[in-house]
């Protein structure tokens, strides 16, 4: 059994947290909001004053964080994880952002001795706190297979795709391909209420037919219910499609659906729906619809 530090424990990072802590290992956190840290202590972690202290106390340190600047602060700043690491330690970066970052992180991780993987999950966090989604990897490979039992303990499913980087890549294609089915499942299920149909009903029937997605049976029920609490909040996806857009442009690929839906989701966005989940993206497509 492992003592894994986690820097920050926001609705994913307890998700996280909770599978480490049931899976038998230690838990010590850290996060700007005590209330956090306290739901983590009442499940039997341990707190800690800063990411800092995190690594002292920790064989492996995950970062979980909403942006790219908390990342690099975490990580590379004063009081930050790699203050307080140790040779041979590993630093796990959870959170999404730039294929970029990511590789100057590991960079600046290896410089000092210090593991380092690129570690996205593809799933919501109460998908996350029932074991499913998956863990993408991406680093040494030496250092994934040394920690692979931990991160199974995460996820059952934790697949290694490439060095540091390539597994960010494959993550804003999984949230490219997230975008896109939410808000077709939107304009689906927003047909058929035109049409006359018991959404409900017909969401059902979709999802055990050859149109079914996960995004459908994840979103489905909230655009039926027209109640959106977040398991992934419209204002956090939008940094994930603008990350989409840069790594674009990076690799020379036109994306234009993701242009379209990108349009889709800010305009609900500055409509003052950013706090809720993105499956709020129905209401833009009901306006457009009169409803």
Not at 32 to 48: C, F, I, T
Not at 56 to 77: D, K, N, Q, Y
Not at 91 to 96: E, H, K, P, R
Not at 231 to 258: E, N, V, Y
Request: proline share 4%.
């Amino acid at each position: 059994m492992a003592t894994v530090g986690i820097v920050g424990l926001g609705l994913l990072g307890h998700a996280i947290a909770s599978r480490l802590l049931a899976g038998g290992h230690q838990v010590v956190g850290y996060d700007v909001l005590p209330d956090k840290v306290g739901a983590v202590v009442a499940r039997g972690g341990k707190s800690a004053a800063s990411p800092a202290e995190v690594a002292r106390a920790s064989e492996m340190v995950c970062t979980v964080l909403p942006s790219l600047a908390t990342v690099e602060e975490a990580i590379l700043g004063r009081g930050g994880v790699l203050e307080g690491s140790r040779p041979g330690q590993v630093v796990v970066q959870m959170s999404t952002i730039s294929p970029a970052l990511t590789e100057r992180l590991a960079r600046e991780a290896e410089t000092r001795g210090r593991g380092f993987l690129d570690c996205p999950i593809s799933g919501t966090s109460a998908q996350v706190a029932r074991g499913d989604g998956i863990v993408i990897v991406g680093g040494d490979r030496a250092v994934y297979e040394r920690w692979r039992p931990v991160l199974e303990t995460i996820l059952p499913r934790a697949v290694y795709v490439g060095r540091a980087g390539h597994a960010m890549v494959v993550k804003l294609a999984a949230n490219l391909l997230v975008a896109l089915h939410s808000a077709a499942a939107a304009e689906a299920l927003t047909l058929v209420k035109k049409a006359g149909l018991d959404p409900a009903l017909v969401l059902d029937v979709l999802t055990t037919s050859a149109a079914a997605s996960r995004m459908l049976e994840v979103r489905g029920p909230l655009i039926v219910k027209g109640d959106f609490p977040p398991q992934m909040k419209l204002d956090l996806f939008m940094k994930d499609l603008h990350l989409i857009q840069d790594a674009a442009r990076s690799a020379g690929a036109a994306l234009p659906l993701t242009d379209v839906a990108e349009r889709l989701y800010a305009t609900v966005q500055q409509a003052g729906h950013g706090g809720e989940d993105l499956a709020v993206v129905v209401k833009v497509i009901e306006t457009l619809n009169g409803q």
